[in-house]
């Protein structure tokens, strides 16, 4: 055989090795067939997601055998004669139905400027320019946050009693410093308000409860005001904005004018 041929032999049996991961074979879990069909239906699905052909097979391989033995289990479980697992099931699937469907109601289909330059306008209508930020001692009850603006007030440093108090495991360790936010960002009602009614460097004077077992004592330590940000830097969101009111209108026309009859029963 001359060189040629060999490395046209060679060539031939690498790509045939290759192709294998496309051309699947059947293969049964526990006696239940997975067709090729079934095993090239997902490797197109995961192709945007795992570029190496031999990969996505060994994926598409891996998941289905997954698959088909978790469907097994509760099949000899009996789980799904169980309401709750059949409605769990029945959800999931609707869920799955409603990503396949949006994705094909949104192709080919952009907001014009005139759509985005309306959703901003409303965006900056309702902005609220007040943006604080403050740090939190965060104890288990009422009586121990009033403990520690007693000791706060005779001078123990706000960053040495959250590293020492605190229960807040994100904040502790900084002091129970929190980011900068915007004001319509505090979820807890009245602390906004409190904050904005003195000046940065104060501590409030009464603990807010956050959490079921959690009353948090606050330190306003820096207020600014801010612009809305700039159309083309929330572009993004506008679009997404936008897409959402599109789907939310879409499905309010297809349940409104879909035909719901009441059955009688018969007796």
Known sequence: MTKTNLFISISVLLLGLSGSAQAQTAFSV???TISAQQQKDLMDWLEPHVSDVEQRALQARNLLIERAVIAQEIKRLKLEQNPQVREHIENAKHIGNIEVLNAELLKGKKPSDEDL??????????????????????????KEAMDVLRRLGEHTKFEDLAQKVSIDQS????GG?????????FRIPGMAAACLSVSSGTVLQRPFQVAPNAWAVI???????????SMDKLKPQL???WQKSYLDSYYKRLIEDAKVKELSSKK
């Open 30 to 32: 526990n006696g239940q």
């Open 117 to 142: 330059t309306k959703i901003y306008e409303g965006y900056k209508a309702t902005w609220d320019p007040n943006f604080i930020q403050i740090s939190q001692i965060v104890v288990p009850s009422e």
């Open 171 to 174: 904040t502790k360790d900084v």
């Open 177 to 185: 410093k929190i980011p900068m936010a915007n004001a319509r960002q």
């Open 219 to 229: 330190r306003v330590d820096a207020m600014e005001k801010r612009e809305p940000p």
């Open 239 to 241: 679009e997404q904005a």
